[in-house]
């Protein structure tokens, strides 16, 4: 098993480290370029603009030394993804940028561990001014943040209507289709994967659904099948000035389903009866999310509370419940809002707690977004795959970084906010190897506006920021027009959670590299793996 130690280590990670960030760094600004990537199965290359999707489509490289630097970079940037969606290029820009630096003081006999202590010192004071300067996102912001993600006026107007109307909570499904299209549809209430048990139940003949207003809510996790399960639950109903009713259960069937259908149809009691549909897990969640959104509760076999024994208190509410052969909607339950807040902060401490690549994450979003009526769907569409696949690259990217836009507010773009940072960072008071790894920092908040300039093939970067920090902390470059103008006025505009996790994650990852002297090559290493 080879061993590479000291420098033979440490060049070879670089060298990867490089190779990956300089093709990533194409993407950075307005003016990105775009990266053919050939596909497995099709003949025609794929069109990448995004950060992550092209560093995930790099599986090796064919020196093995240098593809441990290249597997770094591509897991620094696939977290960043996960955990931001945007500023991917940006963090391999500045990791690069740090590594490079220190790398090279390290090689003129610095001490690492120091050098190492300055960096984090740096990065703590960048991520200070960066709160500081941060500001709350007014009526604009959310499109202009889309706009400098994704360079379509019409997405991003679209992306900011939704999360202005839902919120950093909303959870957005991606629809495409072949012509070109870009809308939205909003969706009331909780949305469950379902059906209708019965066709004979439905109150539209052509959309074979059945919609329900103002009825009372019974939840019974387990199967209906008799009379005998049924018949205590429509007394209830029929006692009460509601004579409508969801029943909604594991499974309805047999004499029970027939018995229900047969009052629904006579018109004695209106009657929605859905099954739900997932396993048996998220079933259970189902059952937990419905009962907290209509103040039902859960009855169960398992629990000694079976549907033969629903007492009123049992019984839970909805102004709306609708179900077909898909789905199942309960809009705006009557559950109690403090119960309905305290599931919701609990759904959100359990996503805080799982690692980013974690895929309950997605379920606990969709069931947060649901508990408060937030979520829509994004239609877009274009005559080629190729460009739908760019279009929901960008679609994504942006649908990650807006929450963070409106729970930390918004910084100037351009990697203006990194240059203002550089001021706190230099007035750190610090000697020796420390005082060099502070500047090391200071030297590569630089970096993601240099690259973004030289992208767009304008002259002189160190004259554009001397230029812009000379105007003010909000000027910085228009890439497309090569001026230098206001960014607020102007429009270019970063989420502020975006920005801070790009600085994060790019420290974390150049310090691991920095403090690695041993690389450990496998004899069969595998020959894919995902991040």
């Not at 620094?76 to 996960?82: A, M, N």
């Not at 099948?225 to 000035?241: C, Q, R, S, W």
């Not at 907290?292 to 909805?318: C, F, N, Q, W, Y």
């Not at 403090?515 to 894919?528: G, H, M, Q």
Request: charged content about 25%; overall charge negative; some cysteine.
């Amino acid at each position: 098993m080879p061993v590479l130690q000291n420098e033979h280590a440490t060049r070879a990670l670089q060298r990867g480290f490089d190779k990956i960030v300089n093709l990533l760094a194409a993407t950075l600004g307005p003016t990105q370029g775009v990266i053919l990537s050939q596909h497995e199965t099709r003949a025609a290359p794929e069109l990448l603009t995004d950060a992550a999707t092209i560093a995930r489509r790099i599986i090796a490289l064919p020196d093995r030394a240098e593809d441990v630097g290249a597997m770094l970079a591509r897991n620094l940037v696939w977290r960043q993804h996960l955990r931001a969606g945007d500023g991917c290029a940006t963090t391999a820009v500045l990791a690069q940028a740090i590594l490079r630096h220190a790398r090279a003081y390290i090689a003129a006999g610095g001490n690492a561990m120091m050098l190492r202590r300055g960096i984090e010192r740096g990065a703590r004071a960048a991520l200070d001014a960066l709160k500081t300067m941060a500001r709350p996102v007014q009526s604009t912001d959310l499109a202009r943040v889309a706009e400098t993600i994704t360079a379509d006026p019409t997405l991003s107007a679209t992306l900011g209507e939704i999360f202005s109307k839902l919120g950093a909570d909303a959870y957005v499904m991606i629809e495409e289709y072949i012509t070109p299209y870009i809308e939205r549809q909003y969706y009331e209430g909780g949305r469950f994967k379902g059906r209708l048990a019965s066709p004979h139940l439905a109150t539209d003949a052509v959309t074979r659904r059945c919609v329900i207003d103002a009825c009372h809510v019974a939840l019974y996790a387990g199967e209906v099948n008799t009379v005998e399960d049924v018949m205590p639950l429509l007394k209830i109903v029929a006692g009460t000035e509601w004579h409508q009713v969801a029943l909604i259960a594991k499974e309805i069937s047999g004499t029970a389903l027939a018995t229900l259908v047969l009052n629904h149809q006579q018109g004695k009691l209106k009657i929605l009866a859905a099954e739900l549909r997932e396993g048996e897990s998220k079933r259970l969640s189902d059952f937990q999310d419905l009962a907290v959104l209509t103040g039902a509760t859960i009855l169960a076999r398992e629990t000694g509370r079976t549907l033969a024994k629903i007492e009123p208190s049992d019984l839970g509410a909805a102004p709306r419940v609708e179900a077909d052969a898909d789905e199942l909607i309960v809009v705006a339950g009557e559950g109690d809002p403090d119960v309905v807040k305290q599931h919701a902060e609990g759904l959100r401490a359990r996503i805080e707690t799982l690692p980013e690549n974690d895929e309950e994450i997605g379920d606990l979003r969709f069931r947060l977004a649901r508990l408060n009526g937030q979520i829509a769907k994004l239609m877009i569409g274009a005559h080629t795959e190729a460009e739908r696949s760019v279009m929901r690259q960008r679609a994504e990217k942006a649908i990650r970084a807006l929450p963070l836009a409106l729970r930390e507010g918004v910084v100037p773009g351009g990697g203006v906010a990194f240059l203002n940072c550089i001021p706190a960072v230099r007035a750190i008071s610090a000697n020796g190897d420390e005082a060099f790894g502070v500047q090391v920092i200071a030297r590569a908040l630089e970096e993601p506006f240099r690259r973004i300039v030289q992208n767009a093939g304008l002259d002189a970067p160190a004259a554009l920021i001397a230029e812009a920090q000379r105007r003010g902390a909000s000027f910085g470059c228009d890439a497309l027009t090569g001026q230098i103008v206001s960014m607020d006025d102007a429009g270019i505009l970063d989420a502020a959670g975006v920005v801070r996790e790009a600085l994060q994650t790019a420290v974390s990852g150049a310090v691991m590299a920095l403090t690695t002297e041993v690389i450990v090559l496998r004899e069969n290493p595998p020959t894919s793996f995902e991040p």
